[in-house]
């Protein structure tokens, strides 16, 4: 089956435009996740939607970042302004059954935020 | 809140020799623990998990037991290859919180031949 699919890969921006990231999560998943993960860093958590609902979104930087699920299946998040401590790689993960926690998560394969 | 540590890295073996990557969390509830793997211009991928304590978890070769007694998740490989060399993350997901995880800071491992 097809992994999960992000798009771009690797985008550079000056500080205070806006970039828009997308994610197509593997076929038939009900939970997608968006994080962040800083060079050195663990990933962290952004937002995560159950099938088009926001099921926790505590640490997303509301003032700047946004997201959605359209039609619960593909997801933008978008970055308005960028800050330079927005570059990181952003991670999108998909997992197939809502609230089972053993669920495994599936990873794509990043797209990398460079801030100048 | 939730947190996971990990041994801090690099981490550099020769080839064949006994690895340990140490994971200890705090968590409020009851977690499922995990161990991601992430090679070199690769995404992350599960290497393998365990969803309650003394569950043993294990996959090509690696082994981790959940140990509630410690909170630890301890990764162990009796031989490891060059093949092996890449970041490693511990994660747990609480069984209260529909999915959320937590993620360590990863450990950087390099085998040489």
Redesign the interface.
């Given at each position: 089956e097809a992994g999960v699919a992000q798009s771009p890969r690797y985008k550079i921006i000056e500080k205070r435009q806006s970039v828009a990231f997308w994610c197509n999560p593997i076929s038939g998943h009900a939970t997608l996740y968006w994080y962040q993960q800083i060079l050195g860093q663990g990933p962290k958590l952004l937002i995560q939607f159950q099938n088009n609902g926001v099921v926790d979104d505590s640490q997303l930087p509301k003032d700047r970042f946004s997201a959605e699920r359209l039609k619960g299946v593909d997801s933008t998040l978008k970055i308005q302004p960028a800050k330079l401590e927005d570059s990181a790689v952003y991670l999108c993960a998909s997992s197939q059954n809502p609230g089972a926690n053993q669920e495994t998560q599936y990873f794509g394969p990043g797209t990398r935020l460079l801030v100048l | 809140g939730n947190s996971?540590t990990q041994m801090e890295g690099p981490v550099t073996l020769s080839e064949e020799a006994f690895l340990t990557i140490n994971c200890t969390y705090t968590a409020t509830g009851y977690?499922?623990l995990f161990w991601?793997v992430q090679y070199p211009g690769?995404?992350?991928?599960?290497l393998l998990?365990a969803?309650k304590a003394d569950d043993k978890g294990s996959n090509k070769g690696f082994e981790a037991t959940y140990r509630k007694e410690t909170t630890s998740f301890h990764l162990e490989k009796g031989s490891v290859q060059v093949s092996d060399s890449a970041v490693y993350?511990c994660?747990l997901?609480?069984?209260t919180?529909?999915?959320?995880?937590?993620?360590?800071?990863?450990t950087t491992l390099t085998v040489k031949p």
């Open positions: - | 996971v977690p499922s991601y690769e995404g992350l991928q599960l998990k969803t993350f994660a997901i609480l069984n919180n529909a999915g959320k995880s937590t993620f360590g800071d990863g």
